[in-house]
């Protein structure tokens, strides 16, 4: 099965391992809803990195991670209502994707994602990870790029 338009467009994140090779190859041989399960699984892994966690999985990661009060991960200071809203946004979509996403396809081998499907939940992992990857530990600095927007998403 050749790779559509769309498919195309998300090779471009195997170049930064936001999608990997072998998640769009399982898409490629029609075997959708595993390349959406590796991908989210990819993107846990990528939160353990992160937060230097590995000790940490699942939900358990997830929530320490981008927790209220002691988060392991922040985007910068959560001193206004619309940064801490930016924060617990982000939280809510990343326990969601595993919750939603990744626990169903890991814990119930009937279920089932469409092509199309499957492609919009790679777009959808590929802006999480991009937007994780804007993150930095909340005990140390961010790395500042002075080229890079100072109000990048999310």
């Known amino acids: ?20 090779a ?9 075997h959708a809803a595993e390349a ?3 991908a989210a699984q990819l993107f846990e892994r990528e939160v353990q990195r992160m937060a230097d966690r590995p000790d ?6 997830l929530e320490q991670a981008f927790s ?3 988060p392991l991960l922040v985007f910068g200071p959560l001193d206004t209502k619309l940064q801490k809203d930016r924060h617990q946004g982000f939280r809510s ?28 939940w790679l777009a959808f992992i590929n802006v ?8 930095y530990r909340a005990d140390s600095e961010p790395e500042t790029d002075l080229d890079a927007p100072t109000d990048a998403a999310p």
Request: proline fraction near 1%.
């Open 1 to 20: 099965m050749a790779l559509s338009d769309e498919e195309l467009s998300l090779r471009l994140s195997a170049e930064d391992a936001a999608l990997d």
């Open 22 to 30: 072998q998640t769009l190859a399982l898409l490629s041989d029609g």
């Open 36 to 38: 959406v399960r590796r």
């Open 56 to 61: 940490l999985e699942g939900k358990t990661l």
């Open 68 to 70: 209220e009060q002691r």
């Open 93 to 120: 979509l990343v326990v969601g994707l595993h919750r939603a996403v990744r626990n169903v396809l890991t814990h119930d081998p009937e279920f089932t994602i469409e092509h199309d499907e499957a492609v919009a």
């Open 128 to 135: 999480m990870t991009q937007w994780l990857r804007a993150t």
